[in-house]
């Protein structure tokens, strides 16, 4: 990847698995900065930093897209800044642990598209479902791979 020490970015306002990123992070010796509006109570513990930045709609989107880069990992359920993300080499991961990518991305952005041209047009769409205690578990295992992958190729 990258020289630079991994870091983990939250976009924190509506993220269901805050406690998983921590614990797991706490395990890897990675810092974490959850980034979020002022509308939101983030409580601060160890290896955790909190930022918090005005209520706009982007301006969590807009922080975290200048200040990531290569070899960090965004935590995020936005497409787009996912897709800034990763044109900046960090490592993007939804909510529930589907590593994004360059070959996803322009599926999901075109998928979000379609279902708001049928919502303009009066139809209705489908949103997520519920957080599962497996969804938890599934973003916790592919964290953890991807930063014991991160360490692995940090090794000399």
């Not at 509506?14 to 002022?38: G, H």
């Not at 996912?82 to 998928?111: C, H, P, W």
Request: hydrophobic letters at 40%.
């Amino acid at each position: 990847m990258t020289n630079k020490a991994a870091r983990i970015v939250v976009d924190a306002d509506a993220c269901p698995v805050k406690q998983e990123i921590a614990d797991t992070a706490r395990a890897f010796s990675v810092p974490v900065l959850l980034v979020a509006s002022y509308d939101h109570l983030l409580e601060p513990e160890p290896g955790v930093e909190i930022k918090q930045v005005d209520r706009s709609s982007q301006s969590v989107d807009l922080y975290i897209s200048n200040l990531v880069g290569p070899g960090d990992i965004v935590v995020t359920q936005d497409f787009g800044l996912a897709t800034v993300a990763l044109a900046k080499r960090a490592v993007v991961l939804s909510n529930r642990g589907q590593r994004y990518t360059d070959g996803t991305i322009d599926f999901l952005m075109e998928r979000r598209h379609e279902q708001a041209k049928t919502r303009r047009g009066g139809g209705r769409t489908k949103g997520p479902k519920a957080m599962t205690a497996e969804d938890r578990a599934r973003f916790q295992q592919k964290l953890t791979k991807v930063l014991a992958g991160m360490q692995e190729n940090s090794e000399p």
